[in-house]
């Protein structure tokens, strides 16, 4: 008896066995009562459960929103769900027949107080979804009105109007789709993909929200919890009935089998962890930068790349003091290039070539510099660039900078770009090349087996040419797309992993934080016995405690990617998903 009231008092998740406990969750009481915070629940004098809940909680008001963008367009959809759904209908339409569900109707809308006299709407469609199986679990009715801003207007201010027994009120933002949560319609994977979809800007953005849209993960997670749960009873049996029941399998044997279990689930997280990681790049954008020294080309490079004005370009060095970004869409990803100030050294003048610093570098120009280096770091992509100078006949060289090469090759996706390549002949050209190959680029770790790629922005500046690649600037996007592709891409066996969000990715980091404590607990970290498991477990009462609680919060980190299961704060993760939903969905 000490052992299971230890357990009580330690944790709360072992019960005497006269004293059975009940479990307040999404399973077990009205979903209206669930998601309430703790500090808003009262009890009546009856012990039932009172919940002052906020307008977006109450889950007997019938919601409406218009569901399409606002202002001029041939159709408007207003969507509306709830109890009161069929009222709304007798009210806009009197005297008609009913609706029959999933099909289209054309209906004559009139104002509800106008007893048939006054028409909104001549020829609107209108559908009726009869609960539970619609997009919101609860009845849904959809008015297809004609898109004047004037009778979207005039029919949605008639429907608050209607004669109806619950409330009738405009949607919160992201409220149809919390309440297909609410109905099990969808898990909070599939909620945060349909938040992805809507806010896609690119063609990879929408591929990689759409595979995460089947519910996979979802059920994926669902069923990692349910294994840890079900481990988790093992355990605490092992710990409660132990002395005085006889068990099929040993202790050791026991635990060894969870121990497999939460093993070959530490491999999946660690699957998810990277793909999470690459399915970021696709929703945030690939972050690129352009370093190099003065004068080579940057700025215009980078005017080239996105197609207008965006840096300023002048043959004065350091033109380029702070960090200009412009964003881009490159073949369906989402790219951010950041042309920073050229890098130079008021000591060293091999790196910039024989001409070396041209001025002093003043304080601006070194501050440009720092934050230069600083976004170089932070990229997941570096253009450096050098370039061909011809400013000393029969001296031609490459100019470059040994710090941004350096810094290109501490980054995993690198490339090593000289414009000007029409300065010279193209005798001098490939022989400058070969020299700059052989001597600096052989001799910097990381770009051994680099080529460089020879480039002209002023070449690609000739709008009158008909050269395909004009200037080499496509063969550099090329490159760059090909560069995209390797960092985002999965297995085809793994295509759904492209839903795994950030707020995904930091549970699951918990969640296998708690199972790595887990085989510390077991002592299964040192690959001793068969199968990665010890030779023989000794202490297990209270290393086995310690390992039963941490497979609880393993689960419940898993219950919160899905919003199933005993989670404390439900409420508090879906106004992080549900703050970047638009009114209407």
């Known amino acids: 008896m000490y052992r299971v009231a230890r357990r009580c008092l330690f944790t709360c998740s072992r019960w005497p066995r006269n004293i059975k406990p009940v479990h307040l969750t999404r399973q077990f009481l009205p979903l209206s009562r669930v998601f309430t915070s703790s500090h808003q629940r009262n009890t009546s004098k009856y012990g039932d459960v009172i919940s002052h809940q906020s307008p977006l909680q109450q889950r007997d008001d019938t919601i409406y929103a218009l569901s399409t963008a606002v202002g001029k367009a041939g159709i408007a959809v207003i969507r509306i769900s709830g109890p009161s759904s069929k009222s709304i209908y007798d009210g806009l339409c009197p005297n008609r027949a009913s609706l029959k569900p999933r099909y289209a ?14 028409i909104l709407d001549a020829e609107a469609l209108v559908l009726f979804f009869p609960s539970p199986k619609t997009v919101t679990g609860d009845d849904v009715l959809e008015l297809h009105v004609h898109g004047g801003s004037a009778t979207v207007k005039a029919v949605l201010a008639a429907i608050p109007k209607c004669a109806a027994e619950g409330a009738i009120r ?11 949560f609410l109905n099990d319609r969808l898990d909070l994977a599939q909620v945060e993909s349909l938040s992805e979809t809507l806010a896609a800007e690119t063609e990879q953005q929408r591929r990689a929200a759409v595979r995460g849209s089947s519910g996979s993960l979802g059920r994926t997670y669902e069923d990692w919890r349910q294994r840890l749960l079900q481990a988790r009873a093992e355990m605490e049996a092992l710990i409660d009935f132990s002395e005085d029941q006889h068990f099929d399998e040993s202790p050791t044997s026991l635990v060894g089998n969870v121990t497999k279990q939460v093993k070959r689930i530490l491999q999946s997280i660690h699957i998810h962890e990277g793909a999470s990681e690459r399915s970021e790049l696709l929703r945030n954008g690939i972050k690129i930068a352009l370093v190099g020294p003065p004068n080579v080309g940057k700025s215009s ?24 970004e412009a964003n881009l869409d490159i073949r369906g990803y989402l790219c951010t290039f950041a042309d920073t100030a050229g890098f130079r050294s008021a000591d060293d003048k091999d790196y910039t070539g024989p001409q070396g610093s041209e001025a002093k570098i003043g304080a601006v120009e070194e501050e440009g510099i720092r934050r230069a280096r600083v976004k170089a770091t932070q990229s997941d992509v570096i253009i450096a660039l050098a370039s061909v100078e011809a400013d000393t006949p029969g001296k031609p060289h490459i100019r470059f900078d040994m710090e941004t090469l350096r810094l290109a090759a ?6 090593v770009v000289v414009n000007k390549r029409d300065a010279v002949s193209e005798d001098e050209l490939r022989a400058l090349v070969q020299q700059f190959t052989e001597e600096v680029l052989r001799k910097v770790e990381g770009l051994k087996e680099i080529e460089p790629i020879l480039i002209s922005c002023k070449e690609a500046q000739d709008l009158g040419s008909d050269q395909i690649d004009l200037g080499g600037i496509r063969r550099v996007t090329d490159l760059l797309v090909s560069s995209f592709r390797d960092m985002t891409s999965l297995p085809a066996t793994l295509q759904d992993l492209h839903g795994v969000t950030e707020r995904q990715r930091q549970l699951l980091v918990k ?16 690959f001793a016995g068969q199968d990665g498991l010890p030779n023989e477990i000794h202490g297990y009462d209270t290393d086995i ?20 299961g005993e989670v404390g704060d439900v409420e508090e993760i879906l106004g992080v998903i549900f703050e970047k939903f638009c009114v209407g969905k």
């Open 105 to 118: 109707t054309i209906r004559t809308l009139y104002h509800p107080e106008s007893n048939g006299s006054e």
């Open 170 to 180: 405009y949607a919160e933002p992201g409220e149809f789709t919390k309440r297909a």
């Open 301 to 324: 490079f980078m005017n080239q790349i996105v197609g207008r004005e965006a840096s300023i370009v002048s043959g004065e060095s350091g033109t380029t003091r702070d960090i200009i």
């Open 410 to 415: 501490e980054c995993k996706e690198r490339l």
């Open 511 to 526: 969640c296998r934080g708690h199972l790595e404590s887990y085989l510390e607990s077991v002592g299964a970290t040192d």
């Open 545 to 564: 405690t310690m390992a039963a609680e941490h497979l609880r919060y393993a689960a419940n980190y898993l219950g919160r990617i899905t919003g199933r």
